[in-house]
């Protein structure tokens, strides 16, 4: 038995809460995404081949329509010789643009699609990786919405941008070539100069409502925070009868939304009229140039119609191009969070030459530990003590005194700011945290469940695991025979965080889930403090039972649930105040003594009958 002496705490370096990120450039996401499209390179270039034979044979069919005019104007009054083998060549070339375009789509599906399931699955991982801190201060509801809306981007951008835009460019340079070649520099000049106007305006017009598009995305995720977060706290929604003032706020949020998405409308008419304009401009210029140059018999009556036929094929890439070049900046847009995710730093991470942990019997050792969420509130200071393999260590306190954060450092949620946790001599940050984590089990005060199957929730445990060693974990924390007794058996979905099971019910599947995990440590964080007596003496058996031979540490609430541990430590304001087992602290007087007559008085008034 001992009192904890104050530790001087020199409490460093908590992560800083991170600066306003600045949005992302088009450059960096598309740098972000590169790679994810060249594990497919094979795919791509053959995919750009295919792009570039379909716009070869386009470019070619004005000029073959050409030839057939001239032969065909070249006879005069006489007996007309139809060009048989133009007019096949010119069916030829038209299947064959088509063929290559067809060919190029189905080449790329894979990269596309692969390409989404990649990074969305990336993401996904990533959001594992960072840390609790990190998850803690983000709204679950708008970080789903970033992902499931980026994902959707790539698809817009990676579409758009093979099929529509390097199409186009393609195109116009080939047909400025060949103006520039075979007719009059002017063509060229209008051309070049008509596609310079258009595409200055729908930049500077796009750029202008990509704000706009941002502000909808900020909205729209707002929004969907507020949707998911009170339909997640239903039950509370309900208890307070606030539905009709959570539908004002998701109202609220919407009708924000909806003025953005109605500039954002107006913003596309603005646009599109402009282009329409300036292509309208453009095109009468060179039929005019054409026919001008057939009256004074520089041009034939073939070039007219070529000239013309290339004018008709740019005319839908323009317009295209522009409504490409919105989707484009829109698809950069939503997918610029998901990347920012993705670059987002995880605060615990592996040492380079992190070992895994490897044991049956394991010591855990806290020593001179200090701990803080910020710069600004210190939770821990000089914590010291150790479990002993295969013993039980109770920690006891107030509310606020940093017991659950035990738990939370000896998972590595997060590292200590001073001191270190060690598990037989190692120090856990010298340890991959899988392997660490798979050495520890808890039964937490709230259990969480999965909105699936009884049998899930169970095997989650060890989603390897045999079916029967997960009914023999159900046996061992005596919930198989009321899971037999459901109409649905193991298959009996528990619903929303498990809102569907009694609080009895809900800790038995989580000891039977650390049970089938099988860990040589083994936390219990409150487990039993909100149930009733009766089914709390029940699964304090369980727990009993499964933590004898195992390092255990056991948060408690309740200091009858406690009594029997090898050594119980007393926590006030971030400090052990008092340590040593039950009888010894009775006897010592102090804090852990009047904790205990007090709940003692307490369990009085209880059992006085009404």
Not at 22 to 38: C, E, I, M, V
Not at 59 to 78: E, F, N, T, Y
Not at 391 to 417: C, E, I, N, Q
């Amino acid at each position: 038995m001992q009192s904890a002496s104050p530790a001087t705490a020199d409490l460093t370096k908590p992560v800083p809460a991170a600066p306003a990120r600045k949005p992302r450039s088009d450059w960096q996401t598309l740098k972000a995404l590169f790679p994810y499209l060249w594990r497919y390179k094979g795919r791509v270039l053959l995919a750009l081949s295919c792009l570039a034979l379909a716009k070869f044979a386009n470019v070619s069919i004005p000029l073959l329509l050409k030839r057939i005019v001239d032969q065909l104007s070249a006879s005069g009054h006489g007996m007309l010789a139809v060009p048989v083998g133009m007019v096949v060549g010119y069916g030829l070339l038209r299947l064959a643009s088509t063929a290559f375009g067809e060919l190029r789509d189905a080449i790329f599906a894979k990269v596309e699609q692969g390409a989404m399931r990649q990074v969305a699955l990336e993401t996904f991982k990533h959001l594992h990786r960072l840390s609790l801190r990190f998850h803690i201060n983000r709204q679950t509801g708008g970080v789903t919405r970033d992902i499931e809306r980026g994902t959707r981007g790539i698809g817009s951008l990676l579409s758009f941008m093979l099929f529509n835009i390097l199409p186009t460019i393609l195109e116009i340079s080939l047909v400025t070539c060949i103006l520039i070649t075979l007719y009059d520099w002017r063509f060229a000049i209008v051309t070049l100069g008509t596609i310079a106007v258009y595409a200055a305006f729908t930049i500077a017009v796009t750029e202008w409502r990509t704000k706009t598009r941002r502000a909808m995305n900020e909205l729209d995720s707002k929004a969907n925070v507020r949707a998911v977060d009170s339909l997640i706290n239903y039950e509370t929604v309900k208890y307070f009868g606030n539905e009709d003032y959570e539908a004002g706020r998701y109202d609220e949020a919407m009708a924000r939304w909806e003025k953005a998405a109605i500039r954002n409308e107006m913003s596309i008419g603005v646009l599109n009229s402009g282009q329409s304009g300036i292509i309208a401009v453009g095109v009468t210029i060179l039929v005019w140039l054409a026919a001008d140059g057939v009256a004074h018999q520089r041009m034939t009556l073939g070039d007219l119609v070529a000239v013309n036929a290339f004018l008709i094929q740019l005319y839908a890439p323009l317009n295209i191009l522009g409504m490409a070049y919105r989707e484009i900046k829109q698809a950069l847009t939503d997918m610029e969070k998901m990347f920012a995710l993705l670059s987002e730093h995880a605060e615990i991470q592996d040492n380079p030459d992190a070992k895994p942990l490897q044991t049956h019997a394991a010591e855990v050792r806290f020593e001179h530990v200090d701990f803080g969420y910020d710069t600004n509130r210190q939770i821990l200071a000089g914590i010291d003590f150790t479990i002993p393999a295969g013993k039980t260590l109770a920690v006891v306190g107030s509310s606020g005194a940093g017991k659950s954060t035990l738990s939370r450092l000896l998972f590595r949620f997060y590292d200590v700011s001073a001191g270190r946790i060690a598990i037989n001599g190692q120090d856990i940050r010298d340890l991959t945290q899988s392997s660490l984590r798979a050495h520890i089990g808890i039964v937490p005060q709230d259990t969480v469940l999965f909105n699936d199957s009884i049998y899930y929730n169970i095997a989650y445990g060890n989603p390897g695991a045999t079916r029967e060693a997960v009914e023999e974990a159900a046996r061992s924390a005596h919930i198989l025979r009321f899971i037999e007794s459901l109409p649905d058996g193991w298959n009996t979905v528990v619903g929303e965080r498990g809102l569907k099971l009694s609080g009895g019910e809900k800790q038995r599947v989580a000891i039977a889930r650390t049970i089938l995990k099988n860990p040589p440590i083994l936390i219990f964080d409150e487990a039993t403090s909100a149930l009733d007596s009766r089914t709390e003496k029940a699964i304090q058996a369980e727990l009993a039972e499964i933590s004898a031979d195992r390092t255990t540490l056991v948060i408690a609430h309740r200091l009858s649930t406690i009594v029997d541990a090898d050594c119980i430590l007393v926590m006030e304001q971030g400090r052990v105040v008092e340590q040593g087992r039950h009888r010894e602290l009775l006897a010592l007087g102090g804090t852990y003594a009047r904790m205990w007559a007090l709940q003692l008085q307490e369990a009085e008034k209880e059992a006085e009958p009404a």
